[in-house]
């Protein structure tokens, strides 16, 4: 067996402690789009968004976030968080929002939901192997 098809069980736990530390973060962002505090409120409507969007974020969310805690749909959950994180990023870019403390606060979210997935997943190492040997 080649070793990027190996999975040990301390990267696969490696892997999920990095995903719940992502996972942890994307239910308290969903838990304040479905409970509206005044911050998220504010947050919302300073990206230009207006108040009624907020629930439907959330589901989106919530629904990105479920797929990529199933093992079997890890990969389509972790693509699709990327999308979303990118258009977080997007709209902090589009207000002006400060580069280091708003606008990359996604990317390093994203960045923490590949390499969970990362470590959990062989086919995901196999496949960026197979990639980066062609």
């Known amino acids: ?37 005044e911050p998220v409120l504010k947050g919302t409507m300073q990206l230009g968004y207006p108040e009624s969007m907020i ?20 990969l389509l959950g972790v693509v699709l968080l990327t999308g979303y994180l990118g258009g977080a990023v997007a709209s902090n870019m589009r207000v002006d929002s400060p580069l ?15 390499a969970g997935i990362y470590f959990r997943s062989a086919s995901l190492r196999k496949l960026i192997s197979h990639r980066t040997l062609q």
């Open 1 to 37: 067996m080649k070793p990027e098809n190996t999975t040990t069980k301390k990267m696969v736990r490696a892997g999920w402690i990095i995903s719940t530390v992502a996972i942890l973060f994307l239910l308290f962002d969903i838990f304040g789009k479905f409970m509206k505090p």
């Open 100 to 114: 280091f403390s708003n606008t990359l606060f996604p990317v390093y979210f994203a960045i923490l939901a590949w």
């Open 55 to 74: 629930t439907p974020i959330g589901i989106i969310l919530l629904i990105c976030t479920i797929l990529y805690i199933i093992p079997r749909t890890s």
